[in-house]
């Protein structure tokens, strides 16, 4: 282990034009300042970061195709039964960044399903068995993480962006009808039900959307963390920042990509939100994304009781406070959760050397799951630190800017991101320290 | 008096934004009588954006119509009439903050020049794209 140098810890701060921060957590936000991350750059967290990324874009790989493949084709199947097991065309849907015919290449690699996961699907842990049996054995790539992910986006809303407006709209409504009743088209059972209880339908067609927005979400952030996995290996990253900053380029050169949802009923494509709304991938997909699924999320069943009544969930929303920022990441390790089911998924496609690395510490296998869970947070403040640097290029200064007025701007930025690590669940100090595992 | 886009095509430094408003089939608007109030980002502007930021918009063009519109108000308005008020409602839909009078900033980009008339309305023209949020 390479413990953080104090240097790491408490960057230089680049300009002396304006006081030092008071706020708790100004260690930190003096390091954001100095273009650094929250995570401190030392080189095991850089390791231990990048691991991560690679292990979740393999299982995320197979997230965004089948989130798509529900959006699109399974849709309103009322036993989606087979949803998990995703078509061999969404499995070939090349993805928009990576592979030659991508107009802008962010990974080096193929546009189909990745090999390894393409390993995984085949074989499992079990070894070669038919399709349906890895399925119902839970031998398999996790679904249920992405939907959970979905879920938290579709309940929480109104975090910015237009999109869920838009699906409460006259225009999102008549397309979502045209869509059902083409989908039950001569199935008059479905076809009556709608009209009975047809606000349970758009209920359902709403779900779908943001199955759909997750999808397209994901379609890009598989080949960014592919990229810096193989940037890491040909030994392009010098740091920590350096990997925050490859996530901030990222941002920006997708940040137009069209969000939408279309339907296909056969050869029919039925456009429900079309492209030309306008909706882009950092409005109304990566911002609301973060904000759902990093911070707020929800209370996992089974995990730990809370009693609303006694005020230990917050009244409002936006004081949700169950993301992977603030998790306990060894209660939450139990069976069948969410972020659980997601460790797992990653726990199959892990570099040799992470897999070195948690036998070295803790328990050794035995907790590797908790120790990639950590890891998993680790990564994730990074990604957040990116959210953070990109939404101060876009809004704010310069870090080199010389106007004292705007350095403050940035400060205050900065220092109200900061606060939403307060709470004493948040685990930014935690992640301060290489010892937390 | 020129027209807003004849200004900035006689300018000769708003090269990327003619390119944007173009693709984006906004020009002809742009040449109605409006009166519009549009901030001009320059083309070092454009050219700061980190890479493939400006590629994706081309490629996609209501999400590149829907940026530009940000840099867009109803009505002419000149610099003393938006200092009055602490942001504007763009054509986009999201507000643009009136963020400083002296010097005169517009969001996070700071006006190189201010006030310029045309036909159609005034420009206002920035060292830095602006982005709803």
Same mark, same amino acid.
């Given at each position: =282990?390479?413990?953080?140098?104090?240097?790491?810890?408490?960057?230089?701060?680049?300009?002396?034009?304006?006081?030092?921060?008071?706020?708790?957590?100004?260690?930190?936000?003096?390091?954001?300042?100095?273009?650094?991350?929250?995570?401190?750059?030392?080189?095991?967290?850089?390791?231990?970061?990048?691991?991560?990324?690679?292990?979740?874009?393999?299982?995320?790989?197979?997230?965004?195709?089948?989130?798509?493949?529900?959006?699109?084709?399974?849709?309103?199947?009322? #036993?989606? *039964?087979?949803?998990?097991?995703?078509?061999?065309?969404?499995?070939?849907?090349?993805?928009?960044?990576?592979?030659?015919?991508?107009?802008?290449?962010?990974?080096?690699?193929?546009?189909?399903?990745?090999?390894?996961?393409?390993?995984?699907?085949?074989?499992?842990?079990?070894?070669?068995?038919?399709?349906?049996?890895?399925?119902?054995?839970?031998?398999?790539?996790?679904?249920?993480?992405?939907?959970?992910?979905?879920?938290?986006?579709?309940?929480?809303? +109104? =975090?910015?962006?237009?999109?869920?407006?838009?699906?409460?709209?006259?225009?999102?409504?008549?397309?979502?009808?045209?869509?059902?009743?083409?989908?039950?088209?001569?199935?008059?059972?479905?076809?009556?039900?709608?009209?009975?209880?047809?606000?349970?339908? =758009?209920?359902?067609?709403?779900?779908?959307?943001?199955?759909?927005?997750?999808?397209?979400?994901?379609?890009?952030?598989?080949? @960014? &963390?592919? $990229?810096?996995?193989?940037?890491?290996?040909?030994?392009?990253?010098?740091?920590?920042?350096?990997?925050?900053? &490859?996530?901030?380029? +990222?941002?920006?050169?997708?940040?137009?990509?069209?969000?939408?949802?279309?339907?296909?009923?056969?050869? $029919?494509?039925?456009?429900?939100?079309?492209?030309?709304?306008?909706?882009?991938?950092?409005?109304?997909?990566?911002?609301?994304?973060?904000?759902?699924?990093?911070?707020?999320? *929800?209370?996992?069943? +089974?995990?730990?009781?809370?009693?609303?009544?006694?005020?230990?969930?917050?009244?409002?929303?936006?004081?949700?406070?169950?993301?992977? #920022?603030?998790?306990?990441?060894?209660?939450?390790?139990?069976?069948?959760?969410?972020?659980?089911?997601?460790?797992?998924?990653?726990?199959? &496609?892990?570099?040799?050397?992470?897999?070195?690395?948690?036998?070295?510490?803790?328990?050794?296998?035995?907790?590797?799951?908790?120790?990639?869970?950590?890891?998993?947070?680790?990564?994730?403040?990074?990604?957040?630190?990116?959210?953070?640097?990109?939404?101060?290029?876009?809004?704010?200064?310069?870090?080199?800017?010389?106007?004292? $007025?705007?350095?403050?701007?940035?400060?205050?930025?900065?220092?109200?991101? =900061?606060?939403?690590?307060?709470?004493?669940?948040?685990?930014? +100090?935690?992640?301060?320290?290489?010892?937390?595992? | 008096? *020129?027209?807003?886009?004849?200004?900035?095509?006689?300018?000769?430094?708003?090269?990327?934004?003619?390119?944007? @408003?173009?693709?984006?089939?906004?020009?002809?608007?742009?040449?109605?009588?409006?009166?519009?109030?549009?901030?001009?980002?320059?083309?070092?502007?454009?050219? *700061?954006?980190?890479?493939?930021?400006?590629?994706?918009?081309?490629?996609?063009?209501?999400?590149?119509?829907?940026?530009?519109?940000?840099? @867009?108000?109803?009505?002419?308005?000149?610099?003393?009439?938006?200092?009055?008020?602490?942001?504007?409602?763009?054509?986009?839909?999201?507000?643009?903050?009136?963020?400083?009078?002296?010097?005169?900033?517009?969001?996070?980009?700071?006006?190189?020049?201010?006030?310029? $008339?045309?036909?159609?309305?005034?420009?206002?023209?920035?060292?830095?794209?602006?982005?709803?949020?």
């Amino acid at each position: =282990m390479t413990p953080p140098t104090a240097a790491s810890l408490e960057a230089p701060r680049r300009s002396s034009l304006i006081p030092p921060s008071q706020h708790r957590w100004a260690d930190v936000i003096h390091r954001l300042e100095a273009g650094g991350s929250m995570l401190p750059d030392t080189p095991e967290n850089l390791m231990q970061i990048i691991g991560i990324y690679k292990a979740y874009a393999v299982p995320m790989d197979f997230y965004w195709r089948d989130l798509l493949y529900i959006a699109e084709r399974v849709f309103l199947n009322p #036993l989606p *039964a087979f949803k998990y097991l995703i078509s061999q065309e969404y499995l070939d849907l090349p993805n928009s960044y990576a592979g030659d015919q991508s107009k802008l290449r962010i990974w080096r690699g193929g546009e189909k399903a990745h090999p390894e996961l393409l390993e995984f699907m085949a074989k499992g842990e079990a070894g070669s068995m038919p399709k349906l049996l890895h399925h119902l054995w839970h031998d398999r790539i996790n679904m249920e993480f992405a939907e959970a992910c979905m879920q938290a986006m579709l309940w929480h809303q +109104g =975090m910015g962006g237009r999109f869920y407006d838009y699906l409460e709209t006259p225009a999102y409504r008549a397309n979502a009808d045209r869509a059902i009743k083409a989908y039950f088209r001569g199935n008059p059972v479905m076809l009556g039900l709608y009209k009975l209880f047809p606000e349970m339908f =758009m209920e359902q067609v709403k779900q779908m959307s943001y199955y759909a927005n997750l999808g397209l979400f994901w379609e890009v952030m598989a080949p @960014v &963390f592919f $990229e810096m996995s193989d940037i890491y290996d040909a030994g392009g990253f010098q740091g920590v920042p350096d990997a925050m900053n &490859f996530l901030v380029n +990222g941002i920006f050169a997708v940040a137009g990509r069209p969000i939408y949802h279309h339907v296909y009923v056969g050869d $029919e494509c039925i456009e429900i939100i079309p492209k030309s709304e306008g909706f882009t991938w950092l409005y109304e997909a990566a911002l609301p994304y973060v904000e759902a699924v990093f911070y707020r999320t *929800a209370p996992f069943r +089974g995990t730990k009781s809370y009693n609303a009544q006694a005020g230990q969930v917050p009244a409002d929303q936006a004081d949700f406070h169950y993301g992977i #920022l603030y998790a306990d990441v060894f209660p939450v390790g139990s069976a069948g959760i969410p972020p659980t089911l997601l460790m797992q998924d990653m726990l199959h &496609f892990l570099p040799p050397y992470l897999q070195e690395l948690y036998k070295q510490h803790r328990r050794g296998e035995e907790d590797q799951l908790v120790q990639l869970g950590i890891a998993f947070q680790r990564s994730m403040y990074n990604v957040t630190s990116a959210v953070i640097q990109a939404l101060r290029t876009a809004l704010f200064y310069p870090l080199d800017d010389t106007d004292p $007025e705007h350095l403050i701007a940035n400060r205050r930025f900065f220092e109200a991101q =900061m606060d939403r690590f307060l709470r004493p669940e948040a685990r930014l +100090g935690d992640i301060q320290t290489q010892d937390y595992r | 008096m *020129a027209t807003i886009i004849e200004a900035a095509k006689s300018a000769g430094c708003f090269n990327t934004l003619l390119t944007a @408003v173009e693709v984006a089939g906004l020009t002809a608007a742009l040449e109605s009588p409006g009166p519009f109030t549009v901030f001009a980002p320059v083309d070092d502007a454009f050219a *700061a954006l980190p890479p493939g930021t400006v590629q994706t918009l081309v490629d996609n063009l209501p999400q590149l119509a829907r940026i530009l519109k940000f840099h @867009v108000l109803a009505g002419a308005h000149r610099r003393e009439e938006l200092i009055t008020r602490p942001e504007w409602d763009s054509l986009e839909g999201a507000p643009v903050a009136i963020r400083r009078a002296e010097p005169f900033e517009v969001k996070n980009a700071s006006v190189l020049q201010a006030d310029i $008339e045309c036909d159609n309305g005034i420009v206002h023209v920035l060292n830095r794209v602006i982005l709803p949020g």
